[in-house]
């Protein structure tokens, strides 16, 4: 297995561990918070670190919602007639974790979203009482940043966020794309619950939260791979508080809610969500495509970035062509 693939792998474990540990363990905090002045200090750091990797921003922008700031990097041109794309990221990631796919957009306009409530530069300050809320700050968001219309990319917790907004905004929605997306195809693993619940204790030894990550990534032990990326996104699940509403599994009126042209990637090796189930439920999507790469892993935009990006772009190919 080669560098990038395993530290692909790595970020879905860290991501997973963030995500399920926040469902195992509540907090009475009603917003997200630091854990401490210098989690957070080395968290932006990192952050600042990954964000290179991207490609230069034309434009950064803090957008003002109903439950507090949302920080968004615009990217490309706008141009007539042509519909941007919105980048929602998983669990602890933050804007820096869509370099590859940025960098393969193009000259496209696209806004990559640091999500509200989770690690990142945008400040939630209201807390977000469910799916409702979840999908309301996204649509303000958008609102904010004059788009009316867009293509709409998640992975993981921002795959369940992105399938959320178009399922009760779907004239939002000129395509959905979901990657690894959890809770909307299928229900979680419960081996990822058991192997992340070191990372939902910060009172437990580190040892033992690195052999959780290990143990979803599929990695031997003491072999992990760290890019500045997986760097950023286990300094966000150390580090950060998140204060979010668990997601509930899509039924089947959500599901029949995503008429629009619809890509969903899934990976065999998934620590997080059974390819098999999810893909069977996928396919009963009004207008879906759906792929399962045999060795892919939670971590498919780090994984496959050209054939993720070739399956898009006929998504919106087929969309302009049909006139959704």
Not at 81 to 101: E, F, I, K, N, Y
């Amino acid at each position: 297995m080669g560098r990038r693939p395993r530290a692909a792998i790595t970020l879905a474990a860290i991501a997973c561990s963030a995500a399920a540990g926040s469902y195992l363990v509540r907090d009475p905090s009603p917003v997200g918070y630091w854990r401490s002045a210098s989690a957070r200090a080395t968290y932006l750091a990192r952050y600042d670190l990954a964000f290179r990797e991207c490609p230069e921003a034309t434009e950064m922008r803090d957008v003002r919602t109903e439950f507090g700031i949302v920080r968004v990097y615009r990217y490309g041109i706008s141009r007539a007639g042509v519909v941007p794309v919105v980048l929602v990221p998983g669990r602890s990631s933050g804007a820096p974790m869509w370099a590859d796919t940025l960098s393969r957009l193009g000259n496209r306009e696209a806004y990559a979203i640091d999500a509200l409530g989770d690690a990142g530069k945008s400040v939630q300050d209201r807390p977000l009482g469910g799916a409702g809320d979840q999908a309301a700050w996204l649509d303000e968001a958008l609102t904010g940043l004059g788009l009316t219309r867009v293509h709409l990319i998640g992975h993981s917790f921002g795959g369940w966020s992105a399938a959320n907004l178009a399922s009760r905004h779907p004239e939002r929605v000129a395509t959905l794309t979901l990657w690894e997306p959890i809770l909307v195809l299928a229900g979680l693993r419960w081996q990822m619950y058991v192997a992340t619940l070191p990372s939902a204790l910060p009172f437990l030894p580190e040892s033992w939260r690195r052999k959780g990550l290990e143990s979803i990534g599929g990695v031997k032990e003491g072999k992990v791979i760290t890019s500045p990326v997986a760097a950023m996104i286990d300094a966000g699940a150390a580090g950060y508080r998140a204060a979010l509403p668990t997601p509930v599994q899509f039924d089947d009126a959500a599901l029949a809610r995503l008429s629009m042209p619809t890509f969903v990637g899934l990976g065999a090796q998934s620590a997080v969500t059974d390819a098999e189930a999810a893909a069977r439920t996928a396919r009963t999507l009004p207008n879906a495509t759906v792929r399962v790469w045999p060795g892919g892993t939670h971590s498919l935009p780090m994984q496959y970035p050209d054939e993720l990006h070739a399956m898009w772009e006929a998504l919106v190919v087929r969309e302009r062509e049909r006139g959704f």
